[in-house]
């Protein structure tokens, strides 16, 4: 039982940091974008 609920808040942390790279990762291309079109 401690394994598992260890197991679990593990994955939560890692899919919520790959949740935060992903939309900074999106943000950074959006203001890519907008730097080649001026």
Do not use: D, P
Not at 5 to 23: E, I, K, L, M, P
Request: hydrophobic share 35%.
């Amino acid at each position: 039982m401690i394994i598992f609920s260890y197991q679990a808040s593990n994955n939560y942390v890692f899919n919520g940091f790959r949740r935060n790279t992903v939309a900074s990762y999106q943000e950074n291309l959006e203001r890519a974008r907008k730097e080649t079109k001026i």
